[in-house]
């Protein structure tokens, strides 16, 4: 029986040294965090399920009745590319017509040099065998047809 009333005391003493808080404030701490995490992931989830019930609801629904105005702006998206394509193959055609006719005139010069040499820069006798070649020739333009914009944009300017 001493021997129990010794470990009786002993333990006793044990308890009365020991600072069990300071072990257990810090697994304490631990748990108060890791409430306050779930805490706020809870509040997370529940904003995420709000977010996409008001997504289901409203958001969706609107997509889906601008489908209509998404699908008028792809085709004249898609107009606008042909008409683009139709005025660069237009001007590819008088590009050649304006070669070829500097080509006839004979104009060799390319820029603002080669531009105002036929007005200015021409002898009289270079004058005059343009002239007859001109009258002896009888060269006649024919401009090229073109696009009609009222056949792309409507005769009016509000589409």
Do not use: H, W
């Amino acid at each position: 029986m001493e021997l129990l009333e010794k470990l009786g005391v002993e333990y006793s003493n044990y308890f009365r040294q020991a600072d069990i808080s300071k072990e257990i404030n810090p697994v304490c701490t631990s748990i108060d965090e890791m409430l306050n995490r779930l805490e706020e992931f809870e509040n997370l989830v529940a904003n995420i399920k709000n977010d996409l019930a008001i997504s289901m609801e409203q958001t969706i629904p609107d997509l889906m009745n601008s489908q209509d105005d998404f699908n008028k702006l792809c085709k004249r998206i898609d107009d606008l590319e042909a008409f683009i394509g139709l005025v660069n193959q237009n001007l590819d055609r008088i590009e050649k017509d304006v070669v070829d006719a500097e080509e006839e005139l004979g104009i060799n010069d390319v820029g603002i040099k080669g531009f105002l040499k036929p007005i200015f820069g021409k002898t009289k006798k270079d004058r005059r065998s343009v002239s007859d070649d001109a009258g002896n020739s009888a060269l006649v333009y024919v401009p090229p047809v073109i696009f009609d914009t009222k056949s792309f944009f409507g005769s009016n300017n509000g589409e």
